[in-house]
């Protein structure tokens, strides 16, 4: 998968003298993933590429959370939709590949 962006919502907190936690959004995907689903709903588009949210709560705890391919699926009216397994795999990898790092 490819990082397309970072969004680091603490620093933009802190570019306007606000105090945030450790906040960030990472983008990634590829599009042999994404590309099937919004071949059953053009609409996902909007929730691709994949995003995961990492952060860190008020004791220190960093946690990592993401949209499941199949609520994605689901709001855009294709549930049944090919490609929502082959994603939450992907998902499922990339998290477990993650947590080993720490």
């Not at 993401?66 to 490609?83: E, L, T």
């Amino acid at each position: 998968m490819t990082v397309f962006a970072r969004v680091d919502h603490r620093q933009g907190a802190m570019s306007r003298s606000m105090a945030l936690l450790p906040n960030e959004v990472v983008i990634f995907g590829d599009p042999k993933g994404g590309t099937p689903l919004m071949q059953c709903a053009p609409t996902a588009g909007i929730d691709l590429p994949m995003k995961a949210l990492v952060w860190q709560d008020n004791d220190g705890q960093t946690w990592l959370g993401y949209n499941d391919p199949a609520w994605i699926a689901r709001r855009h009216g294709v549930a049944d939709c090919s490609a929502v397994e082959p994603l939450q795999q992907a998902m499922r990898k990339l998290v477990e590949a993650t947590l080993r790092e720490e």
